[in-house]
């Protein structure tokens, strides 16, 4: 089945500047890839995906790029704010695992945005 | 408009217990899948109903069980709970029931097994 890694576990930045998670996945076939935002004692929200026909997709200060040879994509955030402070995860998914059919996420984020 | 519903919030249970936890999709939504999350970690599927009938199971025992009502409205059982059952429980509604459709998840079910 479908493995996501994810890193780093934390990343610390200041006021300001970017930001960048990166995922690596192991089932080439998998074609869906979203990144999902949860705060302290709150449900995951979807922040932005992409599908593998592209290969960067841009929202505001969010983008995610996607590197389907190297099995890879990878989240962005520019001119991070406090309220950016959450866990990101970052998910994948094969629709043709039909045994499956669901996202597997991978380990999560800390992202602390220090004022 | 509402989003996913969860109930209850919390839940305390002990050892060898068993529980039902409950979701409510959004409105027009058919498709609900089941995920739990431990502590430190991201969410590991469980179940996929769509129209009532499973399309996905992940790997987890035969203690979890779960099943679709004809209002889409979903329910995930857990019998002979474990200390290890002790999570956060998600329920994620979507459309229809490939994965490519926007899942969108509730606000979870913290169980706490003693």
Redesign the interface.
């Known amino acids: 089945g479908e493995n996501?890694e994810?890193h780093p576990s934390t990343l610390s930045v200041q006021e300001g500047d970017s930001a960048v998670i990166k995922c690596t996945y192991s089932d080439s076939a998998s074609?869906?890839f979203?990144w999902?935002k949860q705060e302290l004692g709150?449900?995951?929200?979807?922040i932005i995906?992409i599908?593998s026909n592209v290969g960067e997709k841009k929202d505001q200060r969010i983008a995610v790029t996607l590197n389907k040879t190297a099995k890879h994509f990878s989240l962005h955030i520019t001119e991070t704010q406090p309220e950016d402070s959450a866990v990101y995860?970052c998910?994948a998914?094969?629709?043709k695992d039909?045994?499956?059919?669901?996202?597997?996420?991978?380990?999560?984020t800390r992202l602390q945005v220090q004022p | 408009d509402a989003g996913?519903t969860q109930s209850p919030t919390h839940l305390i249970k002990t050892r060898g217990q068993h529980v039902t936890l409950r979701c409510s999709p959004i409105s027009g939504h058919k498709s609900v899948?089941w995920y739990q999350q431990v502590l430190?970690?991201?969410?590991?599927?469980i179940f996929?109903y769509y129209e009532k009938e499973e399309?996905?199971?992940?790997n987890f025992p035969d203690r979890f069980s779960a099943r679709q009502f004809p209002n889409y409205s979903s329910e995930l059982n857990v019998n002979a709970l474990l200390l290890g059952d002790s999570a956060l429980y998600?329920c994620a509604s979507s459309l229809g029931?490939?994965?490519?459709e926007?899942?969108?998840?509730?606000?979870?079910t913290r169980l706490l097994v003693l």
């Open positions: 996501v994810q074609n869906y979203p999902y709150k449900r995951p929200q979807l995906d599908r995860f998910a998914s094969n629709p039909t045994g499956r059919r669901a996202l597997t996420f991978g380990s999560g | 996913v899948s430190g970690q991201g969410p590991q599927f996929q399309r996905g199971r992940g998600l029931w490939v994965p490519e926007t899942q969108y998840f509730g606000p979870g």
